[in-house]
């Protein structure tokens, strides 16, 4: 057998370990997004002049600068500054997912938006507070309404992930990399990277397109997400 | 004001890498248009089996990160015995990549144009040359504008990613500054607003071209 | 030439799909400013007849002959300059979304007939006058409704200065309230002597215009004469009877 193929077969256990930290960077970075995402959308609907400002400046950041300057300056520099000891893993996971929670807000505001005028109206007809109104009927819709385009931001952040290795976290990019450095097969290594990184993709993308067609409302037609 | 000798020299460095990563971005963000115009005609237009190879292609630089396709392009190539230098292995991988993206955008206008212009075209007897230049491209144009701007903007941002392979742009001069003084915090802020402006210019720039694009109504059926 | 020798001629024209045939070895002459009605039950093969006409569907065999000079099918020069002479007025109209009214009808004279950007916008608003859109041609196709959007398409047809204009079902994707000011260019048009073949349902075309019906069914032309001998009553003409249940839908729906 070949050396390439053979140092793939031999690592390949230790790159799949690697997978894991992946998974779980790109879980909670997602989750923290929807978080981040859903709020400022409700913000940026509902809120008054001063939220809606302060959001847009921060989407305009988060959606301006890249993930790698966004590391180092998280990781390196003000996670440093604060005296926050955060680990390689936490300080990744906090970056991206407060990156695709700026992509995010901007999804799930498109959805709202484009929630007939009448959901709002009748719900608060129904003596519904704001709040109750915006858990129990705005949300169910938008969330359903933004599975395609979430299921984007996943392929977007599985991928950038990726970049957590240049500040040392031990997913499959910095596992593949040591291994790469020492037995110098860098070409099958990182093509067995990428064969990863693309099963993964698809996984992701297959599921949440299960997950949509499982919460489907029969009937129930999108009125234009993005 | 004067500058402390600090901030002289992180600027002097980082207007440098600021030159190199425009050097890298121009030529990516044509390249990357080129191969989407051309990916995404075939994926559209061509015969089944060009069909699959541009589907594959776009699948392929889609589905795997930017940066597994750099380490592979300036680390992996040389056991092949390719050596590509860094600046030739960063804008190589930019344009594949972007060109991936872009594809798909085009691909998509393509699609949406309704057979029934081509036939109006057709049937005022213009050739098909004259149809596709004239009626088809304008449209296409018009349709793809906004997700192209947008890959476009992301390029930019990505172009971050050419100091990894050791092509010294703005962040890999701040980064080379940023660890000799261990001043993270002002130069990767600082480093952020250099982004910020050439996204904000970049965005800008596209509006402009949306706006000189706009006609009313088209695009919504 | 002579006024009697026919301008058109469409000789025993066959056209399939697969193993559908969609015309059968279909004959016809047009002569200068005569005007035929298609009409007879949807899939008879009336809009592949117009479409096989200026080549947008090119036939399997047979001939066309416009101005006595034979088509050669397979030469695109020849089915260029064909179709630069048969104007072709489509049910959905088929403007170039991107373009304004004016825009629409200059870019075919700009682009196919080579002529300066100035003489094609004169040109261009002196057909919007003819149609009653003189005030429009600053618009787009979304800023227009149906029935304008097919009096643009018309205008943008006659700009070419057409030997022909064949109109298919110009009238059927227009709400009713629109259809009556489409009727009228078209009118307007027969009487100043415009050569046409059209296919419609619009009884007052079929009866008020036609100077022939051709009544075609499976791919055929199965009847045709004019109207005052198809469409007299007491005639069992296939012809009457289909007219007579378009009275009654258009009774139905009025």
Redo the contacts between chains.
Sequence with gaps: MPI?LSTVIDSLPYLLQGSFITAGIVVSAMLLGLVIGVCMAVGLVFGNKCIQYSITIYI??F????????L??FY???F??LELNFSAFTSVTIVLGMTTGAYQANIFRGAILSLPQGQFKAASALGMSNSQAIRNIILPQILRMSIPAWSNEY?II???S??AF?IGAPEI?ART?FV?SRT?????L??A??II??LL??AGVIALRKLEQSLRIPGYTHHGSN | MELSPFYQELITSLNRGLMMSIALIIPSVIGGVLIGVLAGATRTFGNPVIRKVGDTYAAIFRGTPLVVQLFILYFGLPNLGIYLSPYVAAVVGFTLCSGAYQSEYIRGALLSIKRGQYLGAQALGFTTFQAIFWIIVPQAVRRAIHGCGNEIIYLIKYSSLAFIVTCIELTGEGKTIATEYFRFTEVFTIIGLYYLALVTVAIFILKKIEQRLYVPGFGRS | MNDSSPILRVNNITKSFGDNTILNGVSFDLVKGEIKVLIGPSGGGKSTLLQCINCLVVPDSGDIELENEQIDFSSKQDLYSLRQRVGMIFQDFNLFDHLTALGNITIALRKVKKISKKDAEQRARVELEQVGLGDKEDLYPAQLSGGQKQRVAIARALAMDPKILMLDEPTSALDPELIGEVIAVIKALAHKGMTMVMATHQISLISGLADEILFMEQGNIVEQGPPSLLLTSGNSSKTQGFCDRLNELSEVEA
Excluded: E
């Design positions: 390439a305009w950041i959606r301006g600068v890249p993930v790698v300057v966004l180092f300056l390196f520099g003000l440093n500054f392929s599985l991928k950038d990726a970049l240049v990019m990399q790469a110098y097969q860098h070409l099958s990182y093509i990277a990428g990184y693309f993709t698809w």
